[in-house]
Each structure stands twice: as C-alpha cells, then as structure tokens.
C-alpha cells in the first residue's frame, strides 16, 4: 500500500512530538528499512536526525541528514537535508561548513528559502552577521522583488541592504540602496542612521562632479563640526582642492588644516 510509508512517517513524527523517542526511532527505522529509495524513507532520515540531534547524539544525526542528502533525486528533500547540515554546522560554530550548504541549497533552489519569506530575511541577517555580505545581499536582493513596499519586512530590508552593501565595501551600490530608501522612506524607521551613513559613503565614492562633490563635504563639515567625520570631510576636501591646482583655497585652510594636528 503506497500510503502506508505516509501513515508511518505520520505516526512516528507525532511520537517524537509526545516524547515517545524509541517508539519514535522504531517507526523511522522501519520505513527506511521497509521502503528504501522513497520519498517517505529520505523524510524519515531527516526527521530521524532530529529526533537524535535534539537527544544528543549530533554525530548519528548528521550522518543520516548525509545520507538522505545525497541518496534523494528529490531537490525538496535535498534542500531540506542540506539546510538542517547547515543549521547543526553554525550552531556548531562552523560557519564556513555552514555557509557552504546554504550556499548550495541557494544556487541550486533558492525559491526553497524565499517561499517563507520571514525565514529567508532572518537567513540573510544571520549570514551578515556572520560578514557572509555576498549571499546574505543575494537573498535580500531576490527577497525584495517579492514584497510590496506596504509589506512589514520592505522597509528594514531594503535598510539592511544598505547597510550591507557598505560594511562589504561596495560603496558604490550602498550610495545607491541608500538614496532608494531615503527616496521612499525620507521619514522612515531607519531614515536617521542611513541619512548619516550616507555622508560616510560621500568619503569612499568618487563623485564625477567635483563640484557638487565639496559642496557636500562643506555640509558635513558644518554639520559634524569638532567630530571625526568632520576631519575626515576636511583632508578629503584638501585632497580635491589639490586636485583641482586650487592652492589658494587650500592657503585659506590653514587654521583648520593646523587644528587636525591638534
């Protein structure tokens, strides 16, 4: 009976659920046993996995996460398998084990991750937090195309996008994620830090409007007087009028220029 391995896998999963774990690994066994090569056996490797991680014995546990992993034709149930690898390998510490499997899993089914969306926007803060910028960014890229801007997950990703990009160093992709989320949210939850973490971009872009660029840079200075940003706007605004052979300019910066020393 072909819904026989489906009532055992059922019965056996609410056994684990009760705390039944023998009568539980029982049941697993048996349909690994009984009936090889299906769906309802690679399932069952999983959720056998589980059971075991959770009572202890990690090492059996990721053996048979493994085992299903790379015996099952079925990408759903690979992916399953895979994620739970790369779940028990960062709670082990083991980030780049970690970030390998989620890799995998994403190149070769990402809409496996991006169908819960909530799961997939923790997935991606968790990997940034780990400084794995490249797929974190990745997910939260092809996260966003699935949500409208009334959606509640819109606006904190599209502000950890921008925070990303730039703790990654593509300034470049920064200054535009920033500028977008300013352009839609300019009184938004995170407006104020990403208003000020877009004067820091202004130190790492190259503005092709030399002009336009020391004009914000005499905002800042003004605006972040006596602080370090305001230094930094200052030798980057040297740097300019040097650039531009406006040496004058620069002789009129003296008292500041001897104050940075200070």
């Given at each position: 009976?072909?819904?026989?391995?489906?009532?055992?896998?059922?019965?056996?999963?609410?056994?684990?659920?009760?705390?039944?774990?023998?009568?539980?690994?029982?049941?697993?066994?048996?349909i690994?046993?009984?009936?090889?090569?299906?769906?309802?056996?690679?399932?069952?490797?999983?959720?056998?996995?589980?059971?075991?991680?959770?009572?202890?014995?990690s090492?059996?546990?990721?053996?048979?996460y493994k085992?299903a992993l790379?015996?099952?034709?079925?990408?759903?149930?690979a992916?399953?398998?895979?994620?739970?690898?790369?779940?028990?390998y960062?709670?082990?510490?083991?980030?780049?084990?970690?970030?390998?499997?989620?890799?995998?899993?994403?190149?070769?089914?990402?809409?496996f991750?991006l169908?819960?969306?909530?799961?997939?926007?923790?997935?991606?803060?968790?990997?940034?937090?780990?400084?794995?910028?490249?797929?974190?960014?990745?997910?939260?890229?092809d996260?966003?195309k699935?949500?409208?801007?009334?959606?509640?997950?819109?606006e904190?990703?599209?502000y950890?996008?921008?925070l990303?990009?730039?703790?990654?160093g593509?300034?470049?992709?920064?200054?535009?994620?920033?500028?977008?989320?300013l352009?839609?949210?300019?009184y938004?939850?995170y407006?104020?830090?990403?208003?000020?973490?877009?004067?820091k971009?202004?130190?790492?872009?190259?503005?092709?409007?030399?002009?336009?660029?020391?004009?914000?840079?005499?905002?800042?200075?003004?605006?972040?007087?006596?602080?370090?940003?305001?230094?930094?706007?200052?030798?980057?605004?040297?740097?300019?009028?040097?650039?531009?052979?406006?040496?004058?300019?620069?002789?009129?910066?003296?008292?500041?220029?001897?104050?940075?020393?200070?």
């Amino acid at each position: 009976n072909e819904n026989l391995p489906k009532v055992l896998l059922l019965i056996a999963k609410n056994y684990t659920k009760l705390g039944f774990m023998s009568d539980a690994s029982y049941f697993y066994q048996r349909i690994i046993t009984e009936y090889p090569n299906t769906k309802e056996a690679y399932l069952a490797m999983i959720y056998w996995g589980d059971q075991l991680y959770i009572t202890g014995e990690s090492k059996k546990a990721l053996e048979l996460y493994k085992k299903a992993l790379y015996s099952t034709k079925d990408i759903n149930i690979a992916s399953l398998a895979a994620m739970r690898l790369a779940q028990r390998y960062m709670d082990k510490g083991d980030i780049k084990t970690a970030f390998e499997y989620y890799k995998k899993v994403y190149q070769a089914n990402k809409e496996f991750i991006l169908k819960d969306k909530r799961k997939a926007y923790e997935l991606a803060k968790t990997l940034a937090s780990h400084q794995l910028y490249s797929l974190a960014i990745q997910i939260g890229e092809d996260l966003l195309k699935k949500l409208k801007k009334l959606d509640d997950l819109y606006e904190p990703l599209m502000y950890h996008l921008a925070l990303w990009e730039y703790d990654s160093g593509n300034y470049e992709k920064a200054s535009y994620r920033i500028n977008r989320y300013l352009n839609e949210f300019p009184y938004g939850d995170y407006s104020d830090q990403l208003y000020s973490l877009r004067d820091k971009v202004l130190f790492e872009v190259n503005d092709k409007n030399i002009t336009q660029q020391l004009e914000k840079i005499d905002e800042i200075i003004k605006k972040y007087k006596g602080q370090d940003i305001a230094n930094r706007a200052l030798v980057k605004k040297i740097k300019l009028l040097e650039k531009l052979k406006k040496y004058e300019e620069i002789l009129k910066l003296k008292k500041e220029i001897m104050n940075l020393n200070n």
